[in-house]
């Protein structure tokens, strides 16, 4: 066995960035869009609005980014060798999901040098929710040799708004994965890239360990509450005023559509009253900033995460900043199908 | 005859769901067969299932139903016809029928002469059937969790339809669901076999082709094949045994379609965690079963049970990956231990103010209080009673009851509520009798679960059980129907358990606090302690009935006795009444008692006719008199019923109940006599009012410990 072991080490398994290199080729020879990150704070990859709200709407789109993802309570100061405040992940949106799409994910392990002969691999059961953005889907989480290696799942609803076609979702925790495939105990010990002229190597540690460990001071102990609260606060009028002003837009659209409905039956019947022109209004609301709207909320996701790790909100109020956020988020998403399908209309 | 196989292909079902699943698409089918009259006599359906398949296989099925003779009856005959000639009538029924006018018969009726025809119904094939009605019996099928997938999301499921296959002998029968037609293509394990089809040529193939390509389709193989296999690899350390569980081997046959099982260790330094984080870790978090020594002490191993059949290298390789995450799990559940134990329980008990118990009832730390007050209020009830209560320790654990809630271990081992926190407790030197009770407050959990084993235990979770469903019956949260979000049923059966298993000298009423009158509110539902009282009646009929599992009959009985004089407060003392059953459930089948309970079904038959005819006001207490005793049975049953009343009063005081009901028994003869001999319901009232005493005053004196009247003759 322990000779085995060695022939598996001795193969040289990827570096974190070559499993990255690897799993985006081949996606991207698969059809898919290869986006960069998002480049605000999200909690997960399903929250970039590549995902979020390209899910949304009939329009089919196979994408695939890496995101770093920001989970302030978890963060460890760098001690913990399994837990991150900030880890990487690899997100895939197949929409509408083709039929073989366990294969195609499965020939993506076989793609960063992951023989399944000589794995034991599961799909066990494992649904995803996030509340906050009424969205849910049913899937698995797959289990390699024990490890959870990736969240596989079937979007249900997003925006509180049932999909059609719905999505498929496959997120790599890339952390995980690759400390599996080199075999390090510790996520500090991944080997992040190797000088091919040198075969000098940079660990995760050298590129991260400092960051780990001053946001999770920030997070848990320097970051100040009241401006925290400011900040939140800020943002959150700012969205719910965009929010207002585009349903004042909208619904100005939509009575405008039906006058020049009607004017246009009355021209027809009466063969006179001008017809009164669209495009303006058409414009205004193309032109309408939603996906501001959506970065805002995602401002107040953070921020509320950073409080919650401050352990600055109380239970009452947890209760009702989350629903506020939740009204925000679900709220952006039927604007921004609005907007879409008052564009196509 | 032929064979009908039927199996639809999957994307990874949840374990979960799978044998339910199971069953109701053999059901399903075998039922449809059975209703459109393909099936022979005295067949069974045969069922399968992996992950990614369900299947059934059903033998004797008949190619086609059998062609069916239908007689009609049409309009009279001599409306039909006129001087033998058919008329309009009769020319719309023939039509109607599908006959010619001239094969029309007359037939006798006891109305007179009518119409007749005979036609036979053409009997169709089963492909024909099966091929029509299959779709909607798969449809139908109940999942706990469904989704939709295709555009225009046309049908539900629990995880998208692959492939299907439907055989009648060697015949494809092109069953259409979600888009997918039925074939005789089906697939094997997804990396031993890979995605090369199966063709089966003949339903009598399916498993021995599945098996050929990895795939053990039958559940039952499957489970044992992992029980051998856990056998087998535990053999490799001297000693040892695996933890039986039967729920997790259960979850991982149906995670399984080729299993193998791999034996794994830990380093022995992690063996100082508490063997519940260890276990927990390793049973719900990993699907590992435990390994222990001949001592039953935990043992540093684990076993794996796979979805493959490696080769020597390959085991070497999962063996070491599942070893590394569960070093990685062991090291996140030490690295919790050691934050946790830098605030004590005692400091997290402000932070419960931050924990929600319910938006209506306030935080953990306001439940806390109402525990207390509760706890409290036991504990001096108890010990007036002469039973040895630690009440500094049984208040101190309360107080620290919930502080585990705050803890990193129990935020992410929440199945380890209370364990934990029993577990800093003595860690924390806050003395055994608290830890002890901290740690047992939520057992038992189920009904096949330990009570806790000290009275300070015992009183901390019934203290904190009934705080909990007082308060929600409060804010009307009770129960309803199938809802129990909750879980008060639950509670309410640990509370009945407790009491029942348990020294605890309580009965329901002084439990929950309530003046005796209370008991009076039973069949009531106006109230929120009439609605309390049924709802805790029903978990003891519960508990007397599914989990010690006596007969209705002795339930209802012993649940009925009669106690100083009012029927139905009895069952108010659980161990009591547990006694009366089991003593009760032994002495029924003596032919004596037998006639004793005939005998006093119709003693109270005769009672309650007497009040409906309004010879006995409602709740009438008689008294005999013995000079108006005519029959020498009357004064025999007397006699010996008033000998016998003392005796037996003192030996149920005892509680001494087979020797009571066994003295009950004796009273046989006086009472056949007694019926055979005297008749109650007299013309002379008197007389009448007498015998009726006599009965009434029988009754009463031997009800006390079962309403034998209850008791089936069998």
Known sequence: MASALKNQISKQPLTFQEVLFRLQSYWAERGCVLQQPYDIEVGAGTMSPDTFLRVLGPEPINIAYAQPSRRPADGRYGENPNRLYKHLQLQVILKPPPADIQDLYLASLEAIGIDLREHDIKFEEDNWEWPVGGAWGVGWQVMLDGLEITQFTYFQQCGGMDLDPISGEITYGLERLTAFLQDVDSIYEIVWARDPRTGREVTYGEIRLQEELQLSVYNFEAADVSKLWEHLRMYESECQALLASFHEVFSKKAEKEAERHEKKHEHVVHGDGPVPAAEDLQQQLRRFPVLGAYELCLKCSHLFNLLDARGAISVTERVAVMARIRAMVVGVAKAYRQQSVGLTA | ?714
Do not use: C
Request: net charge negative.
């Open chain 2, 1 to 714: 005859m032929a064979d009908f196989l039927f199996e639809v292909g999957l994307e990874e079902i949840p374990a979960r769901m799978i044998a339910a699943a199971e069953d109701e698409l053999a059901r399903r089918v075998f039922e449809l067969l059975t209703r459109e009259q393909l099936l022979e006599p005295g067949q069974e359906a045969q069922s399968y299932s992996t992950p990614r398949r369900l299947a059934v296989l059903v033998s004797g099925v008949r190619e086609a139903q059998a062609d069916m003779e239908e007689h009609l009856t049409g309009p009279a005959w001599n409306i039909a016809f006129k001087d033998g000639e058919p008329g309009p009538a009769a020319q719309a029924f023939a039509k109607k029928a599908g006959v010619a006018v001239t094969n029309l018969k007359k037939v006798q009726t006891p109305r007179g002469e009518y119409v007749g025809a005979s036609t036979v119904r053409k009997g169709r094939t089963a492909a024909e059937i099966l091929e029509e009605a299959l779709p909607k019996e798969i449809a139908a099928i109940y999942w706990p969790k469904n989704m939709y997938w295709r555009e225009g999301k046309p049908e539900r499921f629990v995880r998208p339809v692959q492939w299907m296959v439907a055989l009648v002998d060697e015949a494809v029968i092109p069953v259409e669901f979600a888009g997918v037609t039925a074939g005789r293509a089906t697939y094997g394990h997804r990396i031993l076999h890979g995605s090369e089809p199966v063709e089966i040529v003949k339903p009598a193939d399916y498993l021995k082709k599945l098996e050929s390509a990895k795939v053990l389709a039958d559940v039952e193989v499957r489970r044992q094949k992992i029980r051998k296999a856990l056998d087998h690899a535990t053999r490799k350390v001297e000693g040892a045994l695996w933890r039986e569980d039967e729920p997790l081997v259960d979850t991982v046959t149906h995670l399984t379609e080729w299993p193998s099982v791999l034996l794994g260790g830990f380093e022995h330094e992690y063996l100082e965690l508490p063997e519940e984080v260890l276990v927990t870790v390793m049973r719900d978090h990993q699907k590992y079963f435990a390994v222990e020594d001949a001592k039953g002490k935990l043992a540093p191993y684990f076993l794996t049970v796979l979805n493959t059949e490696p080769d020597e290298e390959a085991a070497g390789i999962i063996q070491h990956g599942n070893e590394r995450v569960l070093r990685a799990r062991f090291n996140d559940a030490r690295f919790f231990w050691t934050v946790d134990q830098k605030i004590s329980l005692a400091d997290r008990v402000d932070m419960l103010q931050a924990v929600t118990f319910h938006k209506e009832l306030g935080s953990y730390w306001d439940k806390t209080q109402a525990n207390r007050e509760i706890a409290k209020r036991l504990a001096d009830l108890v010990k007036q009673q002469g039973v040895a209560v630690d009440e500094k320790a049984l208040l101190r654990a309360v107080e620290l009851a919930k502080t585990d809630l705050t803890t990193e271990l129990v935020k992410e081992f929440t199945e380890l509520q209370g364990q934990v926190g029993g577990l800093y407790a003595r860690a924390q030197d806050e003395g055994e009798a608290v830890a002890q009770a901290i740690y047992w407050q939520y057992s038992p959990a189920s009904m096949e679960d330990a009570i806790p084993p000290t009275v300070e235990g015992q009183l901390l979770g019934l203290a904190d059980r009934i705080a909990t469903i007082t308060q929600m019956f409060g804010i009307g949260l009770e129960p309803t129907g199938s809802k129990d979000p909750y879980a008060l049923r639950r509670a309410a059966n640990a509370v009945v358990k407790i009491l029942a298993e348990s020294a605890i000298p309580l009965t329901m009423i002084e439990l929950m606090g309530w003046s005796p009158e209370v008991s009076g509110r039973l069949g009531h539902n106006d109230d929120e302690a009439a609605k309390l009282l049924n709802f805790l009646r029903e978990r003891v009929e519960f508990y007397l009935r599914d989990v010690r599992g006596f007969a209705y009959d002795i339930v209802n009985a012993v649940m009925n006795n009669v106690v100083s004089g009012k029927v139905g407060v009895g069952w108010d003392d659980v161990r009591d009444t547990v006694a009366r059953a089991k003593d009760l459930s032994e002495v029924r089948g003596s032919e004596d008692f037998a006639a004793i309970a005939t005998a006093f079904k119709r003693s109270k038959n005769i009672l309650r006719q007497a009040a409906e005819k309004g010879l006995l006001k409602a709740g009438e207490q008689l008294d005999v008199s013995e000079s108006l005793l005519t029959d020498e049975a009357e004064t025999g049953v007397f006699r010996a019923a008033s000998k016998l009343a003392p005796v037996v009063g003192e030996l149920r005081a005892q509680r001494e109940y087979k020797a009571a009901l066994e003295k009950i028994a004796t009273l046989r003869p006086d009472v056949d006599l007694f019926f055979d001999r005297v008749m109650v319901m007299v013309d002379d009232e008197k007389l009448r009012r007498n015998r009726l005493a006599l009965i009434q005053f029988v009754l009463e004196s031997f009800s006390s410990i079962a309403d034998f009247s209850e008791i089936v003759a069998g």
